[in-house]
């Protein structure tokens, strides 16, 4: 995720500082939890995001996943972050993980060769 990029204009949703300012009385962190684009996981407040590409040849089976998440739900973008809660280490062992996950709102997370659904 070295890469910075623009939202692309159709994706992004309006947005006005001093609106969204005056609409939360002053608070900055209220005002920054607004979504700014149909995929508010990776949008900034700038509509900037840094992106990951991810390539068939060299990764099939993430692109593959990707690309039927794509046909899914007409969204061809996943979020890419460490896995933990607050406070915790990032996960390092399927153990881990599946502890972690049960700590979380979160309805299924896969591991390679699994998918897990609750």
Do not use: W
Not at 82 to 111: H, Q, W
């Amino acid at each position: 995720m070295l890469k910075v990029g623009n939202v692309l204009k159709d994706r992004r949703l309006p947005f006005d500082i001093e609106d969204e300012l005056e609409r939360f009385d002053n608070d900055m962190l209220k005002s920054v939890s607004v979504p700014r684009s149909d995929v508010p996981a990776i949008t900034h407040v700038d509509y900037s995001a840094r992106v990951q590409i991810v390539d068939k040849k060299r990764n099939p089976n993430l692109y593959l996943i990707m690309e039927k998440f794509n046909e899914m739900t007409g969204c061809g973008v996943l979020v890419n972050t460490s896995f933990n809660v607050e406070g915790e280490p990032i996960v390092y062992t399927p153990e881990d993980a599946y502890k972690c996950f049960m700590r979380t709102d979160k309805d299924e997370f896969l591991i390679p060769k699994f998918i897990y659904v609750f």
